[in-house]
């Protein structure tokens, strides 16, 4: 039902409720008050404090407009309890007036200190004769998000209006068994207090999160995102797949090749995903590891699954430095094994690509790894069997499905697996990625030091050219990150210039080079392939560096302006170190004073070297929406819910969607319907 069917709403007012994305009456409905003003009961003068807001009845004593200063009407009245000052600066004669000695007044306003004692400025007021004395509410008021011409009043109102006319209809989606089993008001209930609570303690527990009803709407909020992810994977999984089922004799070739022995993590991991493969639909998967746990050689073993059943892999990267990487961990690894390896980047020379495609577009098992080019008009995959895309917290879930269906062959669907470095803890993972399964890589390969992690003001930046000096001396190598907050900033490149000009004349014996994002990308590989040589000593980048370059040799990490980044992003750069067996460190250079999010920021990263801790207190100061990405907006963007605060309620969740989907199925339908606008939420593809 649109807001329109409500009295009072126009087109105009339709116009502004919908800036607060307000378009029907139940949307109305679940716009909650961000908090309450309490004029139930009447606060003795004598017991205000300054910054309360509260209701109070006196009788005027005095009113005066006085030009002390600025022009004001004050009144002052009494209780019998002490005194207060109500004061206008805007006021007609009529007003004045009416404020007359002897009469009552009752007010709501906020407390403040001033000139004659305690005062209250503009507050709403109503002047009576004694014995008429209007009643207290007997609700609290509440206050909500608005927009710019949209009253308080005629929020309140509507709501009103909402809660009188539409809240009987509203229809209960949770059977009563699963809220007895809950222990959850109905949603009636649950609306009608948080939207006119009966007291102060309700409004209380309202607006800490602690409140059952405020639960209630956010548990079905998550329900519903679940439950729509959980529809979409069934969607998925009505596609087929092609059954992967090798008998590992590429997989056993490519492992007796390796220079390291894998991790068991990375075997029970490697293990989940060749179950997977088998299988006639096809794998959803979601691999979690840490930055360095080795989630490459992970994706090249199911690609050799792939490859040995004959279909085509495409791999594909967020950036050309790491799909390079990629092509060149790949080739490494497989082109011995007589396996055909491709690369597909935006700046290929012709000829490169057109043989490329024309690979890809034949029926041979080839990997082509690549960026987003890999899926741009113009490629065609002759028989693509498996799609694995790394860094995935930066493709939404309709990107996801977007990519698979390019490698779509009639009802055939290749399997996917996506890859990320920022873990989410396993129960929200499985909320928010309910249409994927997860694995997780959780330890790093053997003898990988902990990077001893010093923050340090930028003020004091000469000290560390010594250490960089003996460090590179010594044969190892440095990377010295300024970061670009604002890629199209001038003065912010001008600065890393700066950086890489004072460090070489201060460092004239160290080979000092700078990549930055707006370098021809051919240039800017030639120094990440002289720095990955070792014929670079002291790399100077803005964040190029940031998605997975690995060079083990570099044991001196320095990133200034720490204070602007992320926790995940700082751990994401501290991971560049730490690969080799050397001891590492990573320099924090901040510009003080920092705020306390940034000291929190900057003590975590000290106190832990584990992507799934540093994930977690990321989760708990960002919010979900920072850690997932903006793109990830479907479950990041919620209405009522917080992925942090209502963490609790995940596990109860999973639970209900299942009982919910065997039993009432059309009851999970019509809550997605109610919560989840598909299309909006999810974004654009
Ligand atoms: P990430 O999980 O961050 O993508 P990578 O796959 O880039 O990590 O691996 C980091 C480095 O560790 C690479 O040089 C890789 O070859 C190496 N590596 C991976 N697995 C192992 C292992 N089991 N033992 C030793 N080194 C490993
Ligand atoms: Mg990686």
């Given amino acids: 039902m649109p807001v329109t069917t409500l009295r009072g709403v126009g087109p105009k007012v339709a116009d502004k409720l919908s800036r607060l994305r307000l378009r029907s009456v139940q949307d109305l409905l679940f716009h909650l008050p961000l908090r309450y003003q309490d004029r139930t009961r009447v606060v003795p003068i004598g017991s205000l404090q300054r910054g309360l807001e509260a209701l109070v009845v006196g009788t005027i004593e005095l009113t005066d407009a006085g030009y002390r200063g600025k022009r004001s009407l004050l009144c002052r009245i009494s209780d019998g309890t002490g005194f207060l000052t109500l004061r206008f600066f805007h006021f007609s004669a009529l007003q004045q007036q009416k404020l007359q000695r002897g009469r009552s007044v009752r007010a709501y306003g906020e407390v403040r200190f001033g000139p004659a004692g305690l005062e209250m400025t503009h507050p709403e007021y109503s002047v009576f004769e004694g014995e008429v004395e209007p009643e207290p509410e007997s609700y609290l008021t509440a206050v909500y998000p608005t927009t710019e011409g949209l009253h308080q009043q005629s929020l309140r109102r509507l709501t009103e209006q909402a809660l009188e006319r539409y809240l009987e209809p509203l229809p209960e989606w949770l059977p009563p068994e699963l ?108 691999l979690q590891g840490d930055v360095g746990s080795g989630k490459t050689v ?30 060149r961990n790949f080739a490494e690894w497989l082109v011995p094994l007589g396996v055909e390896v491709v690369t597909l980047l935006s700046r290929l020379n012709s000829k490169v690509r057109a043989d490329a495609l024309e690979a890809l577009a034949s029926a041979r098992p080839v990997v082509a790894v690549g960026t987003h080019a890999l899926f741009q008009e113009g490629v065609t995959f002759g028989d693509l069997g498996l799609l694995i895309i790394d860094e995935q917290h930066r493709f939404g879930v309709h990107q996801r499905l977007a990519l698979r269906e390019k490698g779509a062959h009639g009802n055939r669907r290749p399997h996917q697996l996506v890859m990320t470095a920022t873990p989410i803890p396993r129960t929200l993972a499985q909320t928010v990625y309910a249409d994927l399964d997860v694995s997780i890589i959780d330890e790093l390969p053997p003898g990988r030091q902990t990077v001893e992690t010093v923050a340090l003001p930028a003020g004091r930046r000469v000290e560390l050219v010594e250490r960089i000096r003996s460090a590179c001396l010594a044969g190892r190598q440095a990377y010295w990150v300024c970061p670009l907050i604002d890629e199209s900033d001038h003065l912010q490149l001008q600065t890393a210039t700066e950086t890489q000009t004072q460090l070489q004349q201060a460092l004239p014996e160290l080979r000092i080079s700078l990549v930055h994002g707006r370098m021809k990308p051919a240039a800017r590989d ?105 793109r990830q907006t479907g479950i990041a963007h919620l209405r009522i819910a917080d992925l942090v605060r209502d963490q609790k309620l995940l596990p109860r969740v999973q639970r209900i969607a299942d009982l919910l989907l065997q039993r009432y199925p059309r009851h999970a339908d019509a809550i997605i319907q109610r919560w989840v606008q598909q299309g909006e939420d999810y974004g654009n593809v």
């Fill in 526 to 630: 030639e120094i990440m392939n002289d720095f990955k040589a070792g014929a670079v000593d002291l790399l100077v980048a803005t964040t190029v560096v940031e998605v997975g370059v690995d060079v083990a040799n570099a044991s001196l990490m320095i990133i200034e302006n720490t204070e602007r980044l992320g926790l995940s992003q700082l751990h994401q750069l501290r991971g560049r170190v730490g690969r080799g067996a050397e001891q590492s460190s990573c320099v924090l250079l901040y510009q003080p004073p920092l705020s306390a999010q940034a000291r929190d920021r900057i003590a975590a990263m000290r106190e832990s070297n584990d992507g799934f801790e540093i994930a977690r207190r990321d989760l708990e100061m960002r919010g979900p929406g920072e850690l997932l990405g903006t």
């Fill in 298 to 327: 992970v994706a090249a073993a199911a690609t050799t699954c792939a490859v040995e059943a004959g279909y085509q892999v495409a791999v594909m990267a967020p950036t050309e430095i790491l799909a390079e990487q990629h092509a």
């Fill in 179 to 286: 809220l007895a089993e809950l222990d959850m008001p109905s949603l009636r209930d649950a609306l009608q207090e948080i939207h006119r609570p009966p007291d102060a303690a309700t409004a209380e527990l309202i607006i800490r999160g602690h409140h059952g009803g405020r639960e209630r709407l956010a548990f079905e909020e998550l329900l519903a995102h679940h439950l729509s992810l959980r529809r979409l994977r069934k969607q998925e999984q009505s596609h087929a797949a092609p059954t992967l089922a090798s008998h590992g004799a590429l997989l056993d070739a490519l492992l007796a090749h390796l220079s390291f022995e894998l991790t068991p993590a990375q075997r029970r991991v490697i293990g989940e995903l060749r179950q997977d493969l088998r299988q006639p639909v096809p794998m959803q998967r979601l």
